[in-house]
T-cell receptor, first 115, second 114 residues
Framework: DSGVTQTPKHLITATGQRVTLRCSPRSGDLSVYWYQQSLDQGLQFLIQYYNGEERAKGNILERFSAQQFPDLHSELNLSSLELGDSALYFCASSTSSGGNPYEQYFGPGTRLTVT | TQLLEQSPQFLSIQEGENLTVYCNSSSVFSSLQWYRQEPGEGPVLLVTVVTGGEVKKLKRLTFQFGDARKDSSLHITAAQPGDTGLYLC??????????????FGPGTRLSVLP
C-alpha cells in the first residue's frame, strides 16, 4: 500500500459526459501528479500540482482540468468525454520538503470506460 | 521532446536465469527511476538514481545510471516468478521550482516461468 488513495476505482460513463476523479496523497506529501495510461500510449504525464499550485504540465487536453485543494487532495476533471479517453488514470504523490523530491508513489488508479 | 526507449519490449525466461533490460534516450535527465507494475495496479517504485555512473543494488536487482545520465539498465540475478511484471523507467525533467515533468518509457514486460 503506497498510502495514496484514489476514488472511484472504476467508472463507466457515456460520451459527452463529465467526470471527476479524486486523489488523496500520502500524508505529508505536497506534490500530486496525474497520469493517463492506455494500451497504445503507455503512461503519459498530465499535470503536477505542488501545495495547491500548478507546477508542470504534460500532455493534458484542454477538455481536462485539475486542481489541488488546501487539504492537498486533488481532483482531475474530464469533460466532453470521448471513447479515446478510456484509460487508467493514476495519481502519484511525492514530497519536496525534507524528502527525496524525485520519488513518486502511485495510487491504485481509476479505470475509466467511456461507452 | 524527451523520449525514453526500453528494450527488450518482451522477455520470457526460466526461473534462475539472469537478465538485463535497458532504458535509453538522447536526452539528459535529472533523475531516473525504475518501477514495476502488475496488471490493474499502480507502478511501484523500485529505485531512483540521480548521479551519472551511479549503481544501486536492491537484493537481486542492480540498477545503473549512465555516465551521461541518458540511459540506465536493470539487471536481475537468478530471476524468480515473483519478478514477473511490467518494468518501467522514468526520466525526471526539472521545469521550474518543484515542478517536474516525468517521461516514462513504454516498458519491458517480463515473464519468469517456474
Amino acid at each position: 500500500d503506497s498510502g495514496v488513495t484514489q476514488t472511484p476505482k472504476h467508472l463507466i460513463t457515456a460520451t459527452g459526459q463529465r467526470v471527476t476523479l479524486r486523489c488523496s496523497p500520502r500524508s505529508g506529501d505536497l506534490s500530486v501528479y496525474w497520469y493517463q495510461q492506455s494500451l497504445d500510449q503507455g503512461l503519459q504525464f498530465l499535470i503536477q500540482y505542488y501545495n495547491g499550485e500548478e507546477r508542470a504540465k504534460g500532455n493534458i487536453l484542454e477538455r481536462f482540468s485539475a486542481q489541488q485543494f488546501p487539504d492537498l487532495h486533488s481532483e482531475l476533471n474530464l469533460s466532453s468525454l470521448e471513447l479515446g479517453d478510456s484509460a487508467l488514470y493514476f495519481c502519484a504523490s511525492s514530497t519536496s520538503s525534507g524528502g527525496n523530491p524525485y520519488e513518486q508513489y502511485f495510487g491504485p488508479g481509476t479505470r475509466l470506460t467511456v461507452t | 521532446t524527451q523520449l525514453l526507449e526500453q528494450s527488450p519490449q518482451f522477455l520470457s525466461i526460466q526461473e534462475g536465469e539472469n537478465l538485463t533490460v535497458y532504458c535509453n534516450s538522447s536526452s539528459v535527465f535529472s533523475s531516473l527511476q525504475w518501477y514495476r507494475q502488475e496488471p490493474g495496479e499502480g507502478p511501484v517504485l523500485l529505485v531512483t538514481v540521480v548521479t551519472g555512473g551511479e549503481v544501486k543494488k536492491l537484493k537481486r536487482l542492480t540498477f545503473q545510471f549512465g555516465d551521461a545520465r541518458k540511459d540506465s539498465s536493470l539487471h536481475i540475478t537468478a530471476a524468480q516468478p515473483g519478478d514477473t511484471g511490467l518494468y518501467l523507467c522514468a526520466g525526471g525533467v526539472w521545469g521550474n521550482a518543484h515542478g517536474q515533468n516525468f517521461v516514462f518509457g513504454p516498458g519491458t514486460r517480463l515473464s519468469v516461468l517456474p
